[in-house]
């Protein structure tokens, strides 16, 4: 996927001039800018990013590899996009003063019209009908000339309410965390005494600095730390604070006052906690070290302590885990379709800043400039690199359709973390995550070159399901934007790589339901297989699967089976998951799907 300075034959794109923005910024890398401002008066007429969420995500999908790239010392390395030899078109449709869903159309539009392969869109339009959500309309479009559309689920979670972008014909991507951590080493003790010990906590302090052989102090009146006027007339130490469960404004306290060296910060789940505004020389803790900090100063006739800031830690933590703000399934628009789809890295990614801004604190009135990176955190984060990975198969096979591609990576995605044990679902106290959180799992990008089997689908399918969802005829035709298509065989059931049967909780018959899937599945390995199917059913449920076997001669060749779901009408209110899996005879290729039945109301 090398390039060179020659732009593809087919590209139709151009670099649009605007404030602050001239074409001579184009390259060989960002081969096309429009900026969409018809809806909205602008203080900045032009594609040029004022805010960084565009130049982060579009560099997270296909930025470069590029040396020595941090956080203020944090995560340092070599950066690179998933996709770094792809070339990139941005085009702008939201802006500081708003945004207009006419824009995000014409948008969208555009790109399909310029010749694009993948759309990357890290925004959603909530409570909102297919046929009203601008992203729905366009998406359609980019799908009829086989662009796959890559979208965040929203941030909304774990309880706050249903995910964005649960459209059918799109990737819907949640996020997930990983086993990066941004560390401070607390040390407690000091070289007169017997012991020191270390702890390794988690902060984000965006300077080089080392706190050392400080005096440690707790005190009951101080350690809300939450008062400016207590806080002042401590003496110079580092001050341990309690967990009030308000740790931005306890950081915020203490970064306010200018006689402490120092603060110990404790949560009960540290990994929770948003680290991004450490704005003063703090460390976090659990309340397990906590422990041992009291126990030290209690059992110390002078204690000390020191914290060295600026260090990263990775491969200690069990990853990849749900991440607790990522917005939750069932889709409000289609529930009969299983969203999200997958889940990729959406917490504290390292990636391209715009360069006239700051992305840390230092006391209340120190503002650092960027220093070309930044790290942040949101399912914004983790849609571009499924559009990344999304690029790299369209590469590797031309050929594939936008629903194969979906396919590959939900198929291929992995249900377990690094201990071998079921993802967890941070936002849900550490419990087995739901496929209404993750989708069909973490997302694996080598297997999703080589899935073996696909689900295929094309727009006739997506037509018939809108034909079963009670839409009139001028509400679909605002979707398909067409007459080309017809209601002859409606269906809710899409050849979906997933399957959902919800109930209504408050349907207490004692009878049990039935749900009959048919699907569809294409042969795109090397040639002749077998597959056999292995079925997990869900908690209480029972699920049939027939054939139990498929047999394919050739490439290309397609088979397909059924499914039936037969599960209690009680209504207890709870989501039980399995899974249905085709493994293939050779053992080369495993083709996950994932089971949910779930009540209507599981993500409200």
Known sequence: ????????????????????????????????????????????????????????????????Y??????FGYA???????????????????????????????GMDQAVADGVDIISISMGFDGVPLYQD?????????????ILVSSSAGNAGPRGGPLHNGIPWVLTVAAGNFDRTYAASLTIGNNKEKEKRVIVGRSMFPLDAWVRDETLIYNKTLSKCDSLELLAEAPRAIIVCEDTGFLDDQMYAIASVTNLAGAIFVSKDPSRVDLESTSCPGVLISTMEFAAVIDY?????????????????????????????????PSPNCPAVLKPDVMAPGSFVLASWIPNDYTATVGTNMLLSSQGFNLISGTSMACPHAS???????????????????SAMMTTANELDSSMMPIKDVGRNFTAASPLAMGAGHMVPNKAMDPGLVYDAAPQDYVSLLCSMNFTRNQIMTITRSNDYNCANSSLDLNYPSFVA????????????????RRVVTNVGGGAATYKVKVAPPEGVKVAVWPQSLVFGKKYEQRDYYVEIVYPSDGNGLVSYGSIVWIEESGKHIVRSPIVVSPTSAGK
């Open 388 to 406: 990344g990975v999304a690029a790299l198969l369209k590469g590797t096979h031309p050929e594939w359709s936008h629903a194969a591609i979906r």
């Open 297 to 329: 100063i209690n059992s110390s006739d002078d204690p000390t302590a020191g914290i060295k800031f600026q260090q990263t830690v990775t491969g200690k933590e069990v990853a990849p885990s749900v991440a607790d703000y990522t917005s939750r399934g």
């Open 76 to 106: 340092n390395g070599v950066a690179r996009g998933m996709a770094p030899r792809a070339r990139v078109a941005m085009y702008k449709v939201i802006f500081e003063e708003g945004r207009y869903a006419s824009d995000v159309l014409a």
């Open 1 to 64: 996927m090398m390039y060179t300075s020659k732009l593809p034959s087919k590209w139709k794109g151009t670099c649009q001039e605007g404030q602050d923005f001239n074409s001579s910024l184009c390259n060989s890398k960002l081969i096309g800018a429009r900026y969409f401002n018809k809806g909205v008066t602008l203080t900045m007429n032009s594609a040029r990013d004022t805010e960084g969420h565009g130049t982060h995500t579009s560099s997270t999908a296909a930025g470069n």
């Open 66 to 71: 590029v040396d020595g790239a941090s956080f």
């Open 134 to 146: 601008p992203i729905a309309i366009a998406s359609f479009g980019a799908m009829e000339k086989g």
């Open 502 to 517: 919800f109930y209504d909780k408050n349907v207490t018959t004692g009878a049990m339901l039935k749900h009959r899937f």
